[in-house]
């Protein structure tokens, strides 16, 4: 006599019928859909120039070396010469768009107790100066 039990509901009460079940649902989920949608903000209305003039305006340069700015040379963070070839941001963060255009705006934020401040930016300047660095190639 088979009996059927309240915790494995399915054909005959067996897992292989509640699992299987499940299993179909599943793959007319993923299917169904291309997975999530992609939230990297992208720079394509960036402008490279605008964020090296920017990264003079916001005081970037009393920080940080640029291998196109001679005056002012800041000695307190590090260099950014080739930056665009590093793997991490601040040696803990993916060297990524996204990612870029927050740490630019808010440091601290995202790397608690760093000495870069936040720094005030619109979302625009900070795509800028994104594009920017991501085009310091040489070391």
């Known amino acids: 006599m088979e009996t059927r039990s ?13 699992c ?24 394509g209305d960036a402008d490279a120039a605008t964020g090296r003039r920017l990264v003079a305006d916001k005081g970037c340069v009393a920080c940080h070396t640029f291998p196109d700015v001679k005056w002012p040379r800041g ?4 260099s950014l010469h080739g930056f665009a070839r590093q793997g991490l941001i601040a040696g803990q ?5 996204g ?9 601290p934020g ?5 000495a870069m401040p936040a720094i005030t930016m ?15 190639q040489s070391r």
């Open 75 to 78: 000695g307190l963070g590090p």
């Open 99 to 107: 990612v870029l255009m927050q740490f630019v705006r808010n440091a």
């Open 122 to 136: 619109s979302d625009q300047e900070a795509r800028d100066v994104t594009a920017y660095l991501l085009t310091l």
């Open 20 to 43: 299987g079940r499940w299993l179909v649902l599943a793959c007319f989920s993923l299917v169904a859909c291309d997975g999530p949608p992609d939230r990297t903000p992208t720079l």
């Open 110 to 114: 995202l790397v608690p107790g760093t």
């Open 6 to 18: 309240s915790f494995m509901p399915g054909p005959g009460g067996t897992w292989r019928g509640y």
């Open 93 to 97: 963060l993916p060297n990524q768009p």
